[in-house]
Antibody, heavy 123, light 110 residues
Framework: EVQVLESGGGLVQSGGSLTLSCAASGFTFSTYAMTWVRQSPGKGLEWVSTISSSSISKYYANSVEGRFTVSRDNSKRTLFLQMNNVRVEDTAVYYC????????????????WGQGTQVTVSP | QSVLTQPPSASGTPGQRVTISCSGTRSSVGGNSVTWYQQLPGTAPKVLIHSNNQRPSGVPDRFSGSKSDSSASLAISGLQSEDEAVYSCAAWDDAIKGYVFGTGTKVTVL
């Protein structure tokens, strides 16, 4: 069974840093692009970042470019999101999700999602 | 970041057909596959339709998707109470090299 499980969320002050992790199982992690998506309270889904299977390609939303860094360790089947200089508007549930198409370098459809991890940024 | 435009809400009685629109650009919906996600309250999103009109196994055939030029649509026929959820479209946008989600449509079963 395909599973992705986020961790690392919590309360952080504005300007601080936090690292989210996503542990994957049940599929060949090293062959799928992975994506972070966030959802603020009562709002819609917002794409944050995508990393290709080999880490060669990394894409970021304008809202986080230069502050967040996506990475992965294929040997440990784990995805990361390093969040620096966080802002109040970064408060959201952060989801880790798997791309549906093997070896695709970007995002087409996210077919497996974690339960999300809450990140709260205080002023 | 650009977003795809959806109506904020849609509703129908059980058994009715409901259609949700998704408007994008040539570089997003017009040039890439559209995915539809269903998000039930308090849960993570789930793929309902991928590749514009393909249903994953387990998704009832009451759900169907279509695309024309830079717009896409999701249709729910034979609406059921368990279909109450938020539906969001999404597509890769070549112009910004990012994945864009729709604004989301809350479906209510009257």
């Amino acid at each position: 069974e395909v599973q992705v499980l986020e961790s690392g969320g919590g309360l952080v002050q504005s300007g601080g840093s936090l690292t989210l992790s996503c542990a994957a199982s049940g599929f060949t992690f090293s062959t799928y692009a992975m994506t972070w998506v966030r959802q603020s309270p009562g709002k819609g889904l917002e794409w944050v970042s995508t990393i290709s299977s080999s880490s060669i390609s990394k894409y970021y939303a304008n809202s986080v470019e230069g502050r967040f860094t996506v990475s992965r360790d294929n040997s440990k089947r784990t995805l990361f999101l390093q969040m620096n200089n966080v802002r109040v508007e970064d408060t959201a549930v952060y989801y880790c999700a798997k791309e549906r198409i093997q070896f695709l370098e970007w995002t087409s459809a996210l077919d497996s999602w974690g339960q999300g991890t809450q990140v709260t940024v205080s002023p | 970041q650009s977003v795809l435009t959806q109506p904020p809400s849609a509703s129908g009685t059980p058994g009715q057909r409901v259609t949700i629109s998704c408007s994008g650009t040539r570089s997003s919906v017009g040039g890439n596959s559209v995915t539809w996600y269903q998000q039930l309250p308090g849960t993570a999103p789930k793929v309902l339709i991928h590749s514009n009109n393909q249903r994953p196994s387990g998704v009832p055939d009451r759900f169907s998707g279509s695309k024309s030029d830079s717009s896409a649509s999701l249709a729910i026929s034979g609406l059921q109470s368990e279909d109450e959820a938020v539906y969001s479209c999404a597509a890769w946008d070549d112009a910004i090299k990012g994945y864009v989600f729709g604004t989301g449509t809350k479906v209510t079963v009257l």
